[in-house]
């Protein structure tokens, strides 16, 4: 498949931005050594379902538990844009799903979600991505996995983080072993019809985190602390 092509520019979103006047989560940004990580704005929507389209993994193999990637390319443009507005809108700090861009050499190859509920009281993030096949291999993946647990665990105040992936998807496992996530159930899920599949749980605690060799450079924090956590963080035990 064709690259994902790039149509808008790579500047980051500042304050003096209007959209970020109405909607400060905009102001989020996550800077990594190679990536940087913000909210999903209209104009990252076709960036992000050109990504889907140019391929994330082998059709005949499905490695989300909802198989949102085998609706026709009719059904799954307009579908995507439903759910990244939806998840927008219904941010609270009761129950709030970010989807970040991951921005690589200034072009969307791929989306990395954080979401929470009752964060105020738990304390724990679960995470879940996605990657253009032509991203793959390169260490993307870990990257901004790690950028996001940076965020929760140094930022928001995590106790504990939480992701998934089908027994079978070494790539998702490999990066949570390598970011030091432990086993922690393994469910069954019918991700196809009539399908079954064992889902992987993971969970990882701060003390566990393998923690890269770059620090995150994190914009826009005082909005997403009062959209994600309600004030400032909360004390770390």
């Not at 998840?87 to 969307?108: H, I, K, M, P, Q």
């Not at 291999?137 to 995590?158: K, N, P, S, Y």
Request: glycine fraction near 8%.
């Amino acid at each position: 498949m064709d690259e994902p092509v790039r149509t808008t520019g790579d500047a980051v979103p500042t304050g003096e931005d209007p959209l970020v006047r109405v909607w400060p989560l905009f102001g989020l940004v996550l800077t990594t050594p190679r990536l940087v990580l913000t909210p999903v704005r209209d104009e990252h929507v076709p960036e992000v379902v050109d990504a889907a389209l140019a391929g994330i993994h082998d059709p005949a193999e499905m490695p989300f538990s909802i198989p949102w990637t085998d609706a026709p390319p009719e059904v799954l443009v307009p579908e995507t844009a439903k759910y990244l507005w939806c998840t927008r809108s219904s941010v609270s700090v009761a129950d709030w799903t970010v989807n970040f861009a991951v921005l690589y050499e200034g072009r969307v190859v791929g989306l990395q979600d954080l979401a929470a509920t009752s964060f105020g009281t738990l304390r724990r993030v679960r995470s879940g991505s996605w990657l253009t096949r032509s991203g793959q291999g390169q260490g993307i993946g870990t990257e901004m996995r790690a950028a996001v647990l940076q965020f929760a665990f140094d930022h928001l105040g995590a106790t504990s983080a939480v992701s998934e992936a089908v027994s079978w998807n070494g790539s998702s496992l490999g990066v949570s072993r390598r970011l030091g996530y432990r086993p922690n159930g393994s469910p069954l899920v019918e991700a196809r019809s009539g399908q079954a599949e064992e889902l992987q749980h993971v969970l990882l605690r701060p003390e566990d985190f393998r923690r890269p060799a770059w620090s995150l450079d994190v914009q826009g924090l005082d909005a997403a602390l009062a959209y994600l956590v309600g004030s400032g963080a909360p004390e770390a035990d």
